[in-house]
Each structure stands twice: as C-alpha cells, then as structure tokens.
C-alpha cells in the first residue's frame, strides 16, 4: 500500500462520508431475492426454528422488536478488483435474508462503520424487502465535523443510502466522553433541536444516544429527558460489566436501573464485549459447558441482556452464518435465566479479570490507522493467545516452545507484516476515538516490545 493512500487523517475519511452520489439499486420489494447461495425462505434445517423467535414491544410506538438485533458494524470482507478489502455485498444479502427468514426485525448501522460503507451496503440488502418488514437504526456520526451544516448533510445522507423515507431509530452516537463534547457536538449547533423538529415530521420514529463514557456525562445527558423525551437509549451490558465494568465505563447495572426508573426501553450494544464472552479462557469455557453441555458459551451472554424486561433488542455483529444461527437458536425460543444462573456468571466474570486481556472490542473506531495500523486484529491476536494460554513471559516457562510458535505464527497470519504493532508512531489519533478508552499506542509498544523479545528468543 502507497504510504500517501495510507495516510490519510480521521478527519478527512468522516469528511468523505458525507459527500457523494445518491445510491441508486433495484428494489425488489416482496420478492424473493434471487442469486443467493441458499434459499432462507425454503429452511430444513430444524433446529433453527423461524417461528420462535422472542419480540418485545417498544411502548412508545408499539413496535414489535425482535430480541435479537443485525449489529452492521462487522459485515463480511472481501478482496475488491484493487486487491483491498471491501464489504461482500453478496455475503450480506444472504445473511440479511436468513435473517428476515428466521425472525430478526432490527438492523442497526452508522455512517462510519465498515470504513463508511455499512449503511450503503445494508440499505442495499434491505431494500429487497418490504419496508414493514424491517427496522433500521442509524446514527450521528458526526465526530470530527460537528458543524450544522456537515451534520445535516450526513443525516439526510443515511436516508439516501438506507434507501428509506423514514427512519426507525436514530442515534446520538457515542455520546459519553464529555459534556463539552457533547454540548458541541449537539447543543450549540442546534442539532439536536433539528433533529427533534424530524421527529415531529415522522421522518424519525424514535430518537436516541449510544453510550460510553463516564457516569456523570450519562447523568447529564439523561437529564434532557424531561424536555427531549428520549424514546430509548442504547448502552454497554454484559455480565461482565454488569458489575465490573473496565476503564472509564460505567457499570452496566447503573445504567440499566436509571432507564428502568424512568421506563425508557434499552438497546443493547457489545452484549459479547467485542466476541470476549464467547472466546473465554479455556477453563471457564469449562465452567460454562458443564453448566449447560447443550448451549454454547455465547448463549449465555445474550441469554444474560434478554433476561432484563427493559431490554427492547440486544444486537450482535453477526460476521458469519453461524453465529447468526446460534444466535437464533438462544432467542427462538427464549428461555431466560434465573437469580441462580446469573449468580454463577457473574462469578464467572469475577474469575475472567483474572485474566490480562485488553478491553478491544473490535468496534473498529480507532481506525483507519494513518500509518496503516491493523489495530484491532493486532490487539484481538494478542487476547486470543491469553485466552489460550499462549502467552508466557520466560524460556524457562514449560509450555514456553508451543506458546512462542502460536503467538508469532497466529500474528504473521492475522495481521499483515506492513499493518503489524511495530509501525506505530505513537500519534495517538487513536485514543480518542476508542470507546474503551484504551491508551493503544501503549500497547502497541508492550506488544511490539513481547513479539520482539519472542523473536530473539534461541529456544525452539
């Protein structure tokens, strides 16, 4: 890759979302879509039921959500004509018709997911379906230019690529660094007035935020409700970080009662923090298995955000076919846990912080790296090695040959030499778009540092 196409700022690439031709694609509305590898309104496959699936109804429009919700933020890649990746439109609309197939009703996507593309790419896919059939969220995304004007323009640009008159819940995005931002990003450009104005219009159905941040910014944020009227708030739950939330994130059992009190419906994000509920340690994998042989060690998770009545829909980056088919099977039908079973998990999760892995939840925000950076394989690698015991601190550790090879040929293989931990600069561009809060160029050099150190190593 040319250094002078690599490097190019956040800036510009958010700029770039909002510029551009309208999309234009066939509709084929009611049809059966055609060219798809498998038929998903012809299923036989019986343990994947496309008539069990749990709803639960937003009192505010009386919708019927299903409990499962399209996370868009992680659809699958392919290699474009230029030899980079790009979203496989075709992967996409096979899942998004297996989807609609089996159940699943709510499709939340972002201006900046997938490197910009995700709202084009999944506008693409619903719009083979009939409108009733969906509901489509989306967001503002307007991170580095929250002028009025770029906001608008981004705005009336999710309705172009999302091929759609309406939209059915949309999003302050990512709200929760600071108040400053937030005021600046909504307040005194009078956006969030514009977008309230949208509501009255019914170009909006319900108006939200997305949340990471600290416990005094959700307060302040949420104290608008008297005078917005916020008709659901999506937040961070999971059993780990129910009671145990990490970095500058605020306990999800915190958020969740202060919705509850004031019957605001919740939308569920990172139910899986990132795939690191379902790719656990090896021993508590265990723990889980025992518990329940016939579930896998996802199921547990989302069974764990379903179980809370407030919780309109828990959404999941459903990359592959699957994880989309377990994922059904945990919600159709639904069985939700009781006080015993969320005791043990959250036992679990207390055994799981033992565990030094790093808080990545491959949201993607941090990118593009301008240096090229393959940020989140690079720090999902290294969590992958904790988890399975590959990760040792001396020659003289027993496993310490078999740890070695898997951590440098499993890092060769999952990240690009060119986009590997060794090129950063330490610009620190980054940080601030990471929700978790993680300081990524810190650990770009401890890894770097570790990979080196494997490599000096003599014993083999």
Same mark, same amino acid.
């Given at each position: 890759?040319?250094?002078?196409?690599?490097?190019?700022?956040?800036?510009?690439?958010?700029?770039?979302?909002?510029? &551009?031709?309208?999309?234009?694609?066939?509709?084929?509305?009611?049809?059966?879509?055609?060219?798809?590898?498998?038929?998903?309104?012809?299923?036989?496959? *019986?343990? /994947?039921?496309? @008539?069990?699936?749990?709803?639960?109804?937003? !009192?505010?429009?009386? @919708?019927? /959500?299903?409990?499962?919700?399209?996370? =868009?933020?992680?659809?699958?890649?392919?290699?474009?004509?230029?030899?980079? @990746?790009?979203?496989?439109?075709?992967?996409?609309?096979?899942?998004?018709?297996?989807?609609?197939?089996?159940?699943?009703?709510?499709?939340?996507?972002?201006?900046?997911?997938?490197?910009?593309?995700?709202?084009? /790419?999944?506008?693409?896919?619903?719009?083979? !379906?009939?409108?009733?059939?969906?509901?489509?969220?989306?967001?503002?995304?307007?991170?580095?230019?929250?002028?009025?004007?770029?906001?608008?323009?981004?705005?009336?640009?999710?309705?172009?690529?999302?091929?759609?008159?309406?939209?059915?819940?949309?999003?302050?995005?990512?709200? &929760?660094?600071?108040?400053?931002?937030?005021? *600046?990003?909504?307040?005194?450009?009078?956006?969030?007035?514009?977008?309230?104005?949208?509501?009255?219009?019914?170009?909006?159905?319900?108006?939200?935020?997305?949340?990471?941040?600290?416990?005094?910014?959700?307060?302040?944020?949420?104290?608008? !409700?008297?005078?917005?009227?916020? @008709?659901?708030?999506?937040?961070?739950?999971?059993?780990?970080?129910?009671?145990?939330?990490?970095?500058?994130?605020?306990?999800?059992?915190?958020?969740?009662?202060?919705?509850?009190?004031?019957?605001?419906?919740?939308?569920?994000?990172?139910?899986?923090?990132?795939?690191?509920?379902?790719? /656990?340690?090896?021993?508590?994998?265990?723990?889980?298995?025992?518990?329940?042989?016939?579930?896998?060690?996802?199921?547990?998770?989302? #069974?764990?955000?379903?179980?809370?009545?407030?919780?309109?829909?828990?959404?999941?980056?459903?990359?592959?076919? *699957?994880?989309?088919?377990?994922?059904?099977?945990?919600?159709?039908?639904?069985?939700?846990?009781?006080?015993?079973?969320?005791?043990?998990?959250?036992?679990?999760?207390?055994?799981?912080?033992?565990?030094?892995?790093?808080?990545?939840?491959?949201?993607?925000?941090?990118?593009?790296?301008?240096?090229?950076?393959?940020?989140?394989?690079?720090?999902?690698?290294?969590?992958? =090695? $904790?988890?399975?015991?590959?990760?040792?601190?001396?020659?003289?550790?027993?496993?310490?040959?078999?740890?070695?090879?898997?951590?440098?040929?499993?890092?060769?293989?999952?990240?690009?030499?060119? #986009?590997?931990?060794?090129?950063? $600069?330490?610009?620190?561009?980054?940080?601030?778009?990471?929700?978790?809060?993680?300081?990524?160029?810190?650990?770009?050099?401890?890894?770097?540092?570790?990979?080196?150190?494997?490599?000096?190593?003599?014993?083999?």
């Amino acid at each position: 890759m040319e250094k002078s196409k690599k490097n190019i700022g956040r800036g510009e690439f958010l700029t770039r979302l909002g510029v &551009g031709t309208a999309v234009t694609a066939a509709a084929f509305v009611g049809c059966k879509p055609s060219g798809v590898k498998f038929d998903p309104y012809d299923v036989d496959d *019986d343990d /994947v039921p496309t @008539d069990k699936m749990e709803y639960r109804t937003n !009192h505010n429009t009386g @919708d019927k /959500v299903s409990i499962l919700g399209y996370g =868009c933020m992680r659809w699958p890649m392919t290699k474009g004509d230029n030899g980079r @990746d790009v979203v496989d439109q075709e992967a996409v609309n096979e899942l998004v018709d297996y989807a609609l197939a089996h159940g699943v009703n709510y499709f939340d996507t972002s201006p900046v997911y997938c490197q910009g593309h995700s709202e084009e /790419v999944t506008g693409k896919a619903l719009s083979r !379906h009939r409108r009733d059939s969906y509901f489509i969220a989306t967001k503002m995304s307007n991170f580095s230019n929250y002028s009025r004007e770029n906001s608008i323009l981004m705005y009336n640009r999710s309705f172009e690529l999302l091929q759609v008159d309406t939209i059915d819940y949309y999003l302050l995005h990512n709200i &929760g660094s600071s108040v400053k931002s937030f005021e *600046d990003r909504f307040i005194n450009n009078g956006i969030l007035d514009f977008l309230i104005e949208e509501r009255k219009k019914g170009k909006i159905r319900n108006l939200g935020w997305s949340f990471h941040g600290s416990k005094e910014v959700f307060d302040h944020i949420l104290a608008y !409700h008297e005078q917005v009227h916020w @008709d659901f708030i999506q937040i961070q739950m999971n059993y780990s970080d129910w009671q145990n939330a990490r970095g500058n994130n605020v306990d999800a059992e915190y958020l969740y009662a202060e919705l509850e009190k004031r019957n605001i419906p919740v939308v569920i994000m990172e139910p899986l923090l990132g795939g690191r509920l379902s790719n /656990v340690p090896n021993h508590i994998a265990a723990r889980l298995q025992e518990q329940e042989p016939e579930r896998s060690i996802a199921s547990w998770a989302f #069974r764990f955000v379903g179980s809370y009545p407030m919780v309109l829909t828990a959404l999941s980056g459903m990359t592959y076919e *699957d994880h989309l088919q377990d994922n059904i099977r945990t919600f159709a039908p639904f069985v939700p846990l009781t006080d015993e079973d969320k005791s043990f998990l959250f036992k679990t999760a207390e055994l799981m912080l033992q565990y030094p892995t790093i808080p990545c939840n491959d949201c993607k925000y941090c990118m593009p790296c301008p240096y090229g950076l393959d940020i989140p394989a690079i720090l999902l690698h290294y969590n992958k =090695c $904790v988890n399975e015991g590959n990760l040792t601190s001396s020659p003289n550790d027993e496993n310490f040959k078999k740890a070695r090879r898997a951590f440098l040929v499993g890092y060769d293989r999952a990240v690009e030499k060119e #986009r590997q931990a060794d090129h950063c $600069v330490g610009c620190k561009q980054c940080n601030e778009h990471c929700p978790q809060r993680i300081d990524i160029p810190r650990q770009m050099r401890r890894i770097d540092k570790y990979i080196d150190e494997l490599r000096k190593s003599r014993q083999f």
